[in-house]
């Protein structure tokens, strides 16, 4: 079992940043892949980061790359989303996900979201 707790969230306004956190409980964080997805008001969650269990791959959606940096500390069991340059676009609930396959799509674990918000 492994509970996903977010924080950093908040309102900002364009061209600002954010930075998220998450942190893993449980002593097996370092065997899960690891990513964040968004949910924006009546769209579909969508995939926005994601990282290997070593931290050695990492993987952003187009709309982010370049902008945000996904990185995970195994020993603190902490995944982190540096959001730079944030458009109003990006306002959405980010949710922390862990996968066991090592696939992010096959999310086992989600966290209860946090809500960022970016004002024009």
């Known amino acids: 079992q492994v509970q996903l707790v977010e924080s950093g969230g908040g309102l900002v306004q364009a061209g600002g940043s954010l930075r998220l956190s998450c942190a893993a409980s449980?002593?097996?964080?370092?065997?899960?892949?690891m990513g964040w997805f968004r949910q924006a008001p009546e769209e579909e969650r969508e995939l926005v980061a994601a990282?290997?269990?070593?931290?050695?791959?990492?993987y952003y959606a187009d709309s982010v790359k370049g902008r945000f940096t996904i990185s995970r500390d195994n020993a603190k069991t902490t995944v982190s989303l540096q959001m730079n340059s944030l458009k109003p676009e990006d306002t959405a609930v980010y949710y922390c996900?862990?996968?066991?396959?090592?696939?992010?799509?096959?999310?086992?674990?989600w966290g209860q979201g946090t809500q960022v918000t970016v004002s024009s």
């Open positions: 996900a862990a996968s066991a396959s090592g696939s992010i799509y096959h999310v086992d674990y």
């Open positions: 990282i290997s269990r070593s931290g050695g791959v990492t």
């Open positions: 449980g002593r097996t964080f370092s065997s899960y892949a």
